[in-house]
């Protein structure tokens, strides 16, 4: 039973337009979120994180959303580059424990 | 600056073969972990460490084991590996200053198992 989905596995925008990248949750013990981003034949690296305290943080072109009540948050990318496409996970944790990852979704930002 | 680094990056085994998994972080991080990536399985914790000396059992820990003998080294081992053992591991560090848990990766060990 999968704790953190991306019912999305993929995802296609034009350049210069809004990328909304969407993530559920099921474990409500669950307090920091992260997204990291893949490229081919790279290691995840990390991208942006929320705490549970806050419903949205902000870096550059980067926001997360996080709503406690739906369990569920977001990643917009504003505007989309071509070199924001990647496979982008979510991940959370709950204290004491290990992260979840979900599976990941792929976007693809066409020029 | 290297970061995390993990050898082989590619390796083909028949069905019983063993082989072990390197990986080096220079980040003198406490924390280092080993997970795969399976197609619509996300990223799934096998081992991982807290410290020099110390292992322990993640999601999906049957099949490897692990061990942490200097600080800045953590191997992932196959006894007898098998064909499910097929996917792309990857090996993480992580200083854990307060409960946030941000890794660091290494680029990946793709695993074929025939």
């Known amino acids: 039973d999968q704790q953190v989905k991306q019912n999305s596995p993929s995802l296609s925008v034009q350049e210069g337009r809004i990328s909304i990248l969407n993530c559920d949750y099921t474990?409500?013990?669950?307090?920091?979120f992260l997204w990291y981003k893949k490229y081919p034949a790279e290691g995840p690296t990390f991208l942006i994180s929320?705490?549970?305290?806050?419903d949205k943080n902000e870096d550059g072109r980067f926001t997360v959303f996080l709503n406690k009540s739906a369990k569920h948050l977001s990643l917009h990318i504003v505007p989309s580059q071509p070199g924001d496409s990647a496979v982008y996970f979510c991940a959370a944790s709950a204290p004491g424990n290990k992260l979840v990852f979900g599976a990941g979704t792929i976007l693809r930002v066409k020029s | 600056n290297a970061g995390v680094t993990q050898t082989p990056k590619f390796r083909v085994l028949k069905t019983g073969q063993s082989m072990t998994l390197l990986c080096a972080q220079d980040m003198n991080h406490e924390y280092m972990y080993w997970y795969r990536q399976d197609p619509g399985m996300g990223l799934r914790l096998i081992h991982y460490s807290v410290g020099e000396g110390t292992t322990a059992k993640g999601e999906v820990p049957d099949g490897y084991n692990v061990s942490r003998l200097k600080k800045q080294n953590f191997l992932l081992g196959l006894e007898s590996a098998a064909p499910s053992q097929t996917s792309v591991y990857f090996c993480?560090?992580?200083?854990?200053?307060?409960?946030?848990?941000?890794?660091?990766f290494g680029s990946g060990t793709q695993l074929s198992v025939l």
């Open positions: 929320i705490s549970s305290i806050k």
């Open positions: 993480a560090s992580s200083d854990r200053t307060g409960d946030n848990e941000k890794l660091f």
């Open positions: 474990n409500s013990m669950f307090d920091y």
